[in-house]
């Protein structure tokens, strides 16, 4: 059992890119399994929606999948190498977590667009709440970027205490925190546009990858 989370000793945005590119390249074939498993439920689920909106509500059940994909990340930050027994055990692991992480950040997004759908139809003075509603929107998702990698490492760690160091780290490290969120925003967007199939396979686990070693201390000898 881990007692306490080690922050990484402030690395820079570039040096984690570049060191999650590397690591996904070592551990492509794990990584890329548990990505594609995760863009064809959330795939499965949109066409479905297409069809009954409500069965949006099912994107709770990606939280297991995306908790695995970000417990995986971090055993490769941690360890350097990522084994099918520990990718299995870490989906049997952490997909409780991953239901309940999933569940808050739908509740977040829900939130955030019924907010700025209600001022952006207010009239123009409102416009200035709705700014703010996606400005603080925006804050969320990059907390939730340093949230998961920190939640899913241990799991028997409660929920709360997770919750406050995540916010630690952010407050600490805005700039880079932000530079981060952006980076990885390009990489997935580029990966839609591109082909969308390095998206569905590849960039998703990437950035999992970019954010637990964003958060968590590295192998002792990682950087020798």
Do not use: K
């Not at 997909?95 to 001022?119: E, H, K, P, S």
């Amino acid at each position: 059992m881990i007692a306490a989370t080690e922050v990484a000793p402030a690395p820079g945005v570039g040096h984690v890119l570049r060191r999650a590119a590397r690591d996904f390249y070592e551990e492509s074939w794990r990584l890329v399994a548990l990505n594609t498993a995760l863009s064809a439920y959330i795939l499965a689920v949109l066409a479905l929606a297409s069809f009954a909106p409500v069965a949006l509500v099912l994107l709770v059940g990606a939280g297991p999948l995306a908790a695995a994909l970000v417990a995986a990340a971090v055993i490769v930050v941690e360890s350097g190498s990522l084994t099918f027994v520990e990718t299995t055990d870490a989906f049997g692991r952490s997909w409780r977590r991953g239901l309940v992480l999933a569940a808050q950040l739908g509740l977040g997004i829900l939130a955030t667009a019924l907010a700025v759908r209600f001022y952006g139809s207010s009239g123009t003075l409102a416009w200035p709440l709705a700014a703010l509603v996606l400005y603080l929107g925006a804050i969320f998702v990059l907390y939730q970027l340093v949230l998961w990698p920190l939640a899913v490492r241990d799991c028997t760690r409660p929920l709360r205490d997770v919750a406050g160091e995540a916010a630690a780290v952010l407050v600490r490290r805005p700039g880079a925190t932000v530079a981060l969120g952006i980076a990885l925003l390009g990489v997935n967007a580029l990966g839609v546009l591109a082909a969308v199939l390095p998206f569905l396979t590849m960039t998703i686990a990437y950035s999992a990858l970019a954010a637990a070693r964003f958060v968590i201390a590295p192998r002792p000898l990682d950087e020798a």
